[in-house]
């Protein structure tokens, strides 16, 4: 399974956006892109998928570097209840939505 | 349409006991997957099961752990003789289909004593 990387930890104040990265260098051509999150004492939550193109919904948009190596969540206004442990993770296209997850980064949300 | 359902949210049992999770994936949902978080740790991956069949038991322990999607009902992640070490929460999930959202239930926390 192709690896990610992920900043341990990241801050950001209400209201401003917030711009996740994760390295994926070692990314294949039918590897998805995906991203969740888990809050406290939660399961974990899908917020967005990706394979090339950009990819926006109601939670967050994905940008999706044009090599594939790296790609960024961004949550265009935090609030408070965005303090979670964001997850990407690679999929093999095609095959299972079997998840390996990292250790995540974990977002803190300042009033 | 609820979504994934999981009982019991807790579960205590003594060493040596059997311990049964159910998952009740989403209506019209035929994969399912089972995840393993221990205290202080990261989501492990353990099985991926379609309708009466295991896909991928790569992360299942070779012994005491086992896990069924039968045709009618929930699927049951079985841990039988309960030791200290599997205390963790077991999170199902499931999908419709491959490289689409998976759906998390609330988990299942399971204390060995």
């Known amino acids: 399974d192709a690896k990610t990387t992920q900043p341990n930890s990241m801050e950001s104040n209400e209201e401003e956006p917030v711009h996740l990265p994760c390295n994926h260098s070692?990314?294949?051509?039918?590897?998805?892109i995906h991203w969740y999150r888990q809050l406290p004492s939660q399961g974990p939550e899908y917020v967005i998928h990706g394979l090339t193109s950009n990819v926006n919904n109601r939670m967050a948009s994905l940008a999706i570097a044009e090599d594939r190596k790296s790609s960024t969540l961004i949550l265009h206004r935090a609030t408070l209840r965005d303090a979670a442990v964001y997850y990407c993770?690679?999929?093999?296209?095609?095959?299972?939505?079997?998840?390996?997850f990292g250790t995540g980064t974990l977002l803190a949300v300042q009033p | 349409n609820a979504g994934v359902m999981q009982n019991p949210r807790h579960l205590v049992r003594r060493r040596g006991q059997e311990a049964r999770l159910r998952c009740s994936p989403m209506?019209?949902?035929?994969?399912v997957y089972w995840y393993r978080q221990l205290p202080e740790e990261g989501l492990k991956f353990m099985v991926y099961?379609?309708?009466?069949?295991?896909?991928?038991e790569s992360g299942m322990p070779k012994e005491r752990f086992s896990a069924e999607f039968p045709k009618e009902g929930p699927s049951i992640l079985r841990i039988q003789q309960v030791v200290r070490g599997d205390s963790a929460a077991y999170f199902c999930?499931?999908?419709?289909?491959?490289?689409?959202?998976?759906?998390f239930g609330q988990g299942t926390r399971l204390t060995v004593v």
């Open positions: 099961l379609q309708k009466e069949n295991i896909i991928d």
């Open positions: 999930a499931s999908s419709l289909g491959v490289n689409t959202e998976a759906f």
């Open positions: 209506k019209g949902h035929s994969h």
């Open positions: 993770i690679l999929t093999y296209g095609g095959a299972t939505n079997k998840l390996i």
């Open positions: 070692t990314i294949s051509g039918t590897d998805y």
